[in-house]
């Protein structure tokens, strides 16, 4: 048994060195958040998630919450040009961390946005942030992505109308205009 | 003009939605999104249990904790509850942890009652009842043509088969919910519906206050499928909570996993069926015995309720000589609701799979025997147009010839549908600047009907749907119903039609201009002094049908090894009577096809009988269908 705390307090030590943070919680913190190129204090309770963070406190509602669990990607944002679900991220985690919301991908439309308008890639509109920045990710990898790639890079986002078709036909469309500037 | 126009500029082509820019931007604002001043966060306790007396709530622990505002209870015990999931009480606070913290303080007790979730057991009279006076299963509902028996025996083949379906969640993307506040005065209520006015009453009656007191706005919703008619005993208790907090608002969004439980569902069924036909494939004899479960309401205790496991029978066909014994059976589970044309698919599951089986005992084509015995002329086209497109004649073979442990197998079928248009209004507004724009309270699940009505209203003006300003979701708005069972269409656009009738005729009398519309309109408008034209219209006959009819062929993949299934290709010949925006009506056929697919192969809510949960309440284990399980879709309009 000693044995096993041993163990887990050098992880935390490891943990606490490689982060240079203190065990937080269980009461609320303040923390930082760089968000769509902007600086935001909040003070939250390590168990909250990122995705509660930006609806709930910072009125970017644009992501959404469907399972709240990692399983359907209505809350995918953009964490160092990387989609994550921000449902399954505590907003702890997110210190000097850059996050890109739905509402931080461009001044106007961006060429999968215009695209998805052009396709009518939406129906009821609840999922469709969450597929234009799983899309957005992938273009900024990829100017030209197969349709097998495509369809992968959306393998986490689900849509209940099933607009899937159009979808994809609008990141192909995007793909074969190569303007996929994003 | 009378009618809609021979030669329509608008009607039947391809638009883009009027609202797509604010939907693919996140700046649409859905009930969920919802954040009206000092608002607080709502949530709803549920019964663990799927039967118990429930003695007594306690709410004191909860609401002595941090960040608590408000705490009520379902019903003012004792009460029963008759499945897991069922409310018991609700509170709100000034976020979600606080929430969840006073959730899991409220103390209940509770003497748990014996259950019943599997629909062979309920239908036994020894298993425990899911209301005490009554048995568990309904009295069946009978019907009879012809002389069955008789029938059969002269028939040249007979075939027998049991089919099941099973039950289907909803499973729409924004949860049921609302965000309300009550003040003493009035009702403000952003609902996430398919029925802004059955919302509006629902609140009024639950909260004893006047109709006009009661505001309830939809402007974007995230999905529906038949199941969000009304406030739900969700709103309800929203309502409650916003009094209790001296008149906060609420926003009360279920979470996943209450989706599962609660709020509708499609009803299983269980279908014996034996069909006869003689050797030229005239089917002759047919007769069906089935039951199901619509939970434990059997469908009747729920605004737009399935009303029963029962499904039209023998569905699209005409057999003369049928018999059809359907049973409903209660069992501990949550209701059903209305789902995506409630009753057909297991009916055309049900059907269709034993005209199949007739098919391979005759050694005859499954397409050939269905036009033998549909009487819809439309579909036997459609079968030819579908067949041709598929290439149907070159891919038949018989069952089970394909080489290898990989089958190939193709399969077709055909549907129909009520819809039908019912009595909307709409008014429209003329402004002196030349700007349009129309009110209508109806709601639009994702449909396109916001993009209807400009396109509507920019036919019969001649001017570009863009350019036209729609308002809908919203109950001071002239009333349009609930929009469920294919009728919103056929509803709204007579009604924008009639309005913009109206209005024309009032800008020709303004304007002294015989024809205002198009390359006239600005001048028109330019003679109107201050007030603008304001023009109401109402629904009427002439402008809208019912019935629609569609073929669907598919191919697939079976891996007899492993039973992974895949579908590769489908066709769909659809008629939907008058197009108006042929782009967002493949979406549909698209959505549907695909919603299909999920019932067909992937999606079914399982009951654990030890314990009577739900066990699949989310997205890991209940699967929806995703991007690799789409196959290429081929959409034919007529």
């Known amino acids: 048994m000693a044995g096993a705390i041993a163990k887990v307090t050098a992880a935390a030590q490891s943990v606490e060195s490689l982060d240079d943070q203190k065990p937080v919680g269980p009461e609320a913190v303040k923390l930082i958040l760089q968000v769509n190129g902007k600086r935001h204090e909040v003070e939250v309770e390590p168990r909250v998630t990122l995705l509660d963070v930006l ?20 809350c995918t944002v953009l964490v160092n040009g990387q989609p ?10 997110m210190r000097a961390q850059e996050i890109t919301t739905v509402e931080g991908i461009g001044d106007s439309l961006t060429p999968i946005q215009r695209a998805f308008v052009e396709c009518d890639a939406l129906m009821c509109g609840y999922c469709t942030p969450g597929f234009v920045m799983s899309l957005t990710a992938l273009f900024r990898t990829k100017q030209d992505p197969t349709l097998e790639e495509i369809k992968k890079a959306c393998s986490g986002n689900l849509c209940r109308c099933g607009t899937y078709p ?14 996929s500037k994003t | 003009m009378s009618g809609w126009p021979k030669n329509p500029k608008q009607l039947g082509k391809e638009h883009l939605r009027i609202d797509g820019p604010v939907k693919v931007s996140g700046s649409a604002r859905f009930a969920s999104d919802m954040q009206p001043v000092g608002w607080l966060y709502g949530m709803i306790l549920r019964s663990p249990w799927p039967a118990a007396r429930i003695r007594a709530i306690d709410l004191r622990p909860a609401l002595s904790l941090p960040g608590i505002r408000a705490a009520v209870t379902a019903n003012d015990p004792p009460f029963t509850v008759r499945y897991c999931g069922e409310e018991l009480a609700a509170v709100a606070g000034l976020s979600k942890q606080a929430c969840l913290d006073a959730l899991s303080a409220i103390k ?6 014996p259950f019943v979730v599997e629909e062979e057991a309920a239908l036994r009279d020894t298993t ?11 009295e069946p509902r009978e019907m009879q043509t012809g002389e069955v028996d008789a029938a059969f025996r002269t028939a040249d083949k007979t075939v027998e088969g049991f089919f099941q379906t099973q039950v289907q969640l909803h499973h729409c993307l924004e949860t049921h919910g609302n965000t309300v506040q009550v003040t003493p005065d009035e009702i403000t209520c952003w609902a996430s519906t398919q029925g802004i006015s059955s919302v509006r009453d629902g609140l009024a009656d639950n909260m004893g206050m006047p109709l006009d007191k009661v505001h309830v706005m939809s402007e974007f919703m995230g999905g529906g499928f038949g199941s969000k008619f009304g406030a739900g005993i969700e709103g309800g208790l929203a309502a409650r909570l916003s009094k209790e907090a001296g008149g906060l608002p609420v926003r009360l969004m279920l979470t996943r996993f209450d989706e599962a439980l609660a709020v509708g569902n499609r009803p299983s069924s269980f279908q014996k069926v034996r069909l006869g036909a003689r050797k030229d494939g005239t089917l002759v004899a047919y007769e069906l015995e089935t039951f199901g479960t619509a939970g434990y309401a059997s469908g009747g205790g729920t605004a737009g309720g399935g009303g029963g496991a029962g499904f039209p029978a023998p569905y699209i066909y005409r057999v003369p000589n049928t018999r059809v014994r359907q049973t409903t059976v209660a069992i501990n589970a949550g209701s059903a609701r209305a789902m995506r044309a409630p009753g057909h698919p297991q009916a055309s599951f049900g059907m269709e799979s034993i005209v199949d089986e007739m ?17 819809s002329e439309i579909r036997r086209q459609q079968y030819q147009i579908a067949a041709e497109r598929f290439s149907w004649n070159a891919k038949y ?35 002196p600047d030349g700007t349009v724009e129309v009110r209508c309270g109806t709601q639009d699940l994702g449909t396109g009907t916001k993009t209807l009505i400009a396109i509507v209203a920019a036919e019969m003006f001649a001017l570009d749907p863009a350019a036209i300003s729609v308002r809908i979701g919203d109950t001071t708005f002239p009333p349009s119903g609930g929009s469920g069972g294919s009728t919103t269409a056929a509803s709204v656009a007579p009604a924008v039609f009639d309005a913009c009738q109206n209005a024309l005729a009032d800008l020709a009398s303004a304007s002294g201009m015989s024809d205002p519309t198009g390359s006239n309109w600005r001048s028109a408008t330019a003679r109107l002094r201050i007030n603008p034209i304001v023009a109401r219209g109402r629904w009427k006959e002439g402008l809208s049908s019912r019935g629609v009819g569609g073929v669907q062929m598919a191919e697939v993949e079976v891996d007899t090894e492993t039973g992974f299934i895949r579908v590769k290709r489908i066709v769909c010949v659809q008629d939907c009577g008058l197009v108006v925006n042929r782009l967002a009506s493949v979406s549909q056929i698209n959505g549907g096809i695909i919603l299909g697919i999920g019932f067909a192969l992937y999606e079914e809510r399982i009951l654990d009988g030890q314990t009577g949960v739900v066990l699949n309440p989310n997205f890991e284990t209940y699967k929806l269908p995703g991007a690799a399980d789409v196959p290429e879709i081929d959409v034919i309009l007529q």
């Open chain 1, 55 to 74: 609806r709930n406190r910072l009125q970017l509602t644009g992501a959404k919450e469907v399972c709240d669990r990692g399983t359907c990607g209505a």
């Open chain 1, 84 to 93: 994550v679900y921000s449902c399954m991220k505590l907003a702890v985690e």
């Open chain 1, 166 to 179: 159009h979808i994809f036909r609008a990141a192909q469309r995007v793909a074969e205009s190569g303007s």
């Open chain 2, 108 to 113: 209940v007790n509770a003497d748990p009652l």
């Open chain 2, 128 to 138: 425990p009842r899911v209301f005490e006076n009554q048995p568990n299963a309904g």
């Open chain 2, 359 to 375: 098919a391979l005992a005759l050694g005859m084509d499954p397409v050939e025997l269905r036009i033998k015995n549909d009487p």
């Open chain 2, 397 to 431: 073979h018989s069952p089970g010839s394909s080489e290898g442990p990989v089958k190939a197998g193709i399969g077709c079928a055909g549907a129909t549908w009520g819809g039908s248009g019912q009595g909307s209004e709409a008014e429209v507004r003329i402004n």
